[in-house]
Nanobody
Framework: QVQLVESGGGLVQAGDSLRVSCTASGRTTAGRTFISSAMGWFRQAPGKEREFVAATNWIGTSYADSVKGRFTISRDNAKNTVYLQMNNLKPEDTGVYYC???????????????WGQGTQVTVSS
């Protein structure tokens, strides 16, 4: 079973940049490898539902409107790692950031079948 491990979260100030990473190992329950998987980032703020942030596969990328122009998702298939570069961070970006793997690029939680444990990102004003 695939394991997704996030890292790189932390406490930053508004306007700062931060990069979170997610490294995958193994295969998904559907038998996919990292290279053949769409990879996504979601986040969940306290008291709120988990929401889509960004996703990528071999076709392209997709971003939530709230992060478009500030966040960039990328992947290094040789390292089985996907990154989320976050620039000009705002307090409303605070939350636990989760990495996910799935068959296709989507924006819904149900589009992804493997999840990491999450990494905390806190942006102070």
């Amino acid at each position: 079973q695939v394991q997704l491990v996030e890292s790189g979260g932390g406490l930053v100030q508004a306007g700062d940049s931060l990069r979170v990473s997610c490294t995958a190992s193994g295969r998904t329950t559907a038998g996919r490898t990292f290279i053949s998987s769409a990879m996504g980032w979601f986040r969940q703020a306290p008291g709120k539902e988990r929401e889509f942030v960004a996703a990528t596969n071999w076709i392209g990328t997709s971003y939530a409107d709230s992060v478009k122009g500030r966040f960039t998702i990328s992947r290094d298939n040789a390292k089985n790692t996907v990154y989320l570069q976050m620039n000009n961070l705002k307090p409303e970006d605070t939350g636990v950031y989760y990495c996910a793997a799935g068959p296709l690029v989507g924006r819904r939680i149900g589009d992804f079948d493997s999840w990491g444990q999450g990494t905390q990102v806190t942006v102070s004003s």
